[in-house]
């Protein structure tokens, strides 16, 4: 549950007053939420430090190799600063994949099938925040005046094609929703509307990426 909301506030937070109001605050967030983790991990560890089945060995070695490839890539790449942090506009630099590997370990840990289906109702309300405020913007009834190149629905991701992708991730989610008995009807409304406001956004985005995810 911590892991879903953490993901959540990560896709729905902005900063107006940023220089880059999208993707520098979210890196910020991830690496507070990547923090944490190393805190609920520590504990997992000490609690069950005998238990070492392989498919953990396993997992953690892959995610070495990837980490050890990307702190290479680094360190040998022309702009040093850029590789660590990101560029501007994007921030997907080596901190960024660092504190993404450290959140997908620690989910590996604590995740069960039972917090699963937090995380899908979780999900879904995000889902609903994200594809409202993407109707909004197609309206032009957004309550921030972006200087915005691009189409209109940028949502809380500050471009179209991430906007378009994010929402046929939550219809996705959203469709599964409807084939399991244990979600309640009115819970499935909710991920009916989430459907049909994602595909709307993604319709109005011009957006080929969020039709081809879809798919």
Partial sequence: TYLAFAVSFVTLFFNTK??????????????????????YL??????NSVMKPKVDLLFISLLSFFLLSGLISTIFSESLLVSVIGDTQRRNGFLAYFALTLIAL??????TFDASKNLFKVSILTGL?????????????????????????IATVGNPNFASALMAVFS?????????KTFSNAFKTLAI???????????????????VSLA
């Fill in 193 to 211: 509307i989430c459907i049909v406001m994602s595909v709307t956004g993604i319709v109005s985005s011009d957006s080929r990426q969020g039709l």
């Fill in 106 to 111: 620690t989910a590996s840990k604590l995740t």
């Fill in 172 to 180: 996705v989610l959203a469709f599964s929703i409807l084939f399991v």
């Fill in 18 to 39: 940023s220089a880059d109001p999208f993707n520098t605050p979210k890196l910020v967030a991830l690496l507070i939420i990547a923090s944490l983790s190393i805190n």
């Fill in 42 to 47: 520590i504990k997992f560890w000490q609690i």
């Fill in 129 to 153: 925040v994200f594809s409202f405020y993407g109707i909004l913007q197609i309206f032009g009834r957004d309550f921030v005046r972006w200087d915005n190149p691009y189409n209109a629905v």
